[in-house]
């Protein structure tokens, strides 16, 4: 009589972030083989989020704010795709690869770390015309985009057309919109400084929308006095208790009555937990799921969430959930990770506690806003404290962001755009920000069958 091998335990974690990142880095060392630990992922890196409006912006070149899988993460099995369907009773999660070919996955625990896409208001006109800012696809886009709006006004026979593509609409004073504006700006006038056929007089304008009464509205005020500070003497607009009403080919009407032509509007106002959560029909709350302070989904053993899809109690302030932050998620990644292996028989579980440790803010140049442990810091030393805190916070790829910023210190930004990306492959209203639109008629295979 023969008997069969053990079949080693499953742990998939769905979505490699900030959160699944740290849980699949954290797993692979504490089970050591114990378990099979599968990473499902549309794409092949994790993305250091916090630097894309420098992306945007030509300081760093797109790869480098992201982190190779399978190149980093020892001993986890990578399965490109995205999750769609999660059968909870079957514990199976039902996915579609980059090629469009469906495949289903089993598993003995869950973790689901998919983070969250850009959040939409019902204005008219904006999901039409305004680009998000949650993905590498948007990032890029909106590279060209200003590139383009720039070298057309240059050579734009009418002066309102000029000034119209000048012109940039921000939307959105929290931490990403205060940093696509403040490297927007820096970009556009380099680009204008280089630029040999420059219209006299004609000079690039960013305008920076909040309904808040600050930029930085969640922060600390003195980030908020810095940022602001910052963002006017470089000539940006900023209009806090302002929002946009509808938004047209032509330009943006704002709630002021002001109509502003531009073909730019940038849509930062934050962001909204992955749509894929709150379709599992689960306790959500404010669309995440709801989870034990040890992250663990209550009346479903074995299935775990974190980082901005989850809803984590937060213990040092009770009766509120931890904000959606790259500190919280990749914290909670890896007692995610620690509480998996608990239920493996691996080490004691803990419940997620973590007071924030400050923020920084780039502003672009050698300028930034910054509270490393609650002291605030502006100017110089916040620039130096916040690209060496990105620096440690990166997982890899620290020595190629490094370099990007001695050439973008010593060298003229590169002002080329590349076409890559199309307006129509990222749309704001999408559950998938992190991959381009893919065009009509592609292929889908047969399937690739149940693992
Ligand atoms: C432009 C920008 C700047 C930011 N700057 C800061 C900052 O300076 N400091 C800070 O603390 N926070 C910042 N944040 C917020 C921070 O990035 C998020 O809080 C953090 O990324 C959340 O981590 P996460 O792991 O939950 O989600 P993410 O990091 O977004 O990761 C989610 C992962 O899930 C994958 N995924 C999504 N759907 C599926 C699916 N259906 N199937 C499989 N995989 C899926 C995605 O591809 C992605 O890899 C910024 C956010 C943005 C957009």
Redesign the pocket.
């Known amino acids: 009589m023969t008997t069969q091998p053990r079949r080693r335990p499953r742990v998939l974690i ?8 740290q849980t699949a880095r954290e797993l692979s060392r504490t089970l050591r083989g114990r378990a099979e630990i599968v990473l ?4 092949d890196y ?2 250091y ?5 420098q992306v945007s912006a030509g300081v760093l070149e797109p790869r480098r704010v992201t982190v190779s899988l399978p190149g980093t993460l020892r001993h986890v099995r990578l399965v490109l ?4 369907h999660i059968d909870l009773d079957g514990r199976r999660v039902q ?1 579609t690869d980059p090629e469009g070919t469906p495949g289903d996955i089993r598993y003995d625990r869950l973790v689901l ?5 850009s959040k939409l208001l019902p204005i008219p006109g904006v999901a039409e015309h305004a680009t998000g ?3 590498l696809p948007e ?1 890029l886009y909106l590279r060209d985009h200003i590139t383009r709006q720039i070298e057309l006004a240059a050579s734009a026979a009418d002066p309102a057309e000029c000034a119209s593509r000048c012109t940039f609409v921000v939307v959105g004073a929290g ?2 919109g205060t ?2 504006a403040a490297h927007g700006k820096m970009f556009t006038d380099a680009l204008v400084r280089k630029h040999p056929a420059w219209p006299e007089g004609a000079r690039p304008r960013w305008l920076l929308l909040d309904v808040a009464d600050r930029v930085l509205p969640g922060l600390d005020r003195r980030l908020s006095d810095t940022a602001d500070q910052v963002l006017r003497s470089r000539g940006v607009d900023v209009r806090t208790g302002t929002s946009v009403k509808e938004s047209t080919r032509e330009g943006v009407l704002l709630d002021t009555g002001e109509f502003v032509e531009t073909r730019s509007l940038i849509w ?1 106002v934050g ?1 909204r937990p ?1 749509p ?1 959560v709150s379709e599992l029909g689960l306790p959500v709350e404010r669309g995440r799921l709801v989870v034990t302070p040890q992250l663990e989904v209550p009346g479903r053993p074995g299935v775990f969430a ?5 809803a984590v109690p937060d213990l040092h302030r009770p009766g509120e959930y931890t ?8 914290r ?2 890896k007692v995610a990770a620690r509480n998996v292996a608990a239920s493996l028989g691996v080490g004691t579980p803990a419940p997620y506690r973590h007071s924030d440790l400050g ?4 502003l672009g140049g050698v300028k930034a806003a910054a509270n490393p442990l609650g002291v605030p810091l502006s100017g110089v030393v916040a620039g130096a404290v916040t690209r060496g805190y990105h620096l440690a916070a990166m997982p890899g790829n620290r020595v190629r962001v490094a370099a990007d910023w001695l050439l973008d210190a010593a060298l003229p930004r590169q002002a080329v755009q590349l076409g890559l990306v199309r307006s129509w492959q990222v749309p704001l209203d999408t ?2 920000p ?2 381009a639109k893919a065009g009509p008629g592609r292929q889908t295979g047969a399937g690739r069958g149940e693992e």
């Open positions: 769905v979505g490699a972030g900030f959160a699944g990142y499902l992922n549309p794409t994790f993305l989020l916090p630097l894309l409006p795709g995205e999750a769609g996915y770390a998919v983070g969250s896409v800012f949650r993905g990032a931490y990403t940093e696509v930062c962001v992955d894929l974190c980082g901005d899809a989850a904000p959606m932050t790259a500190q919280h998620a990749s909670q990644g923020f920084a803010v780039d559950a998938s992190e991959v």
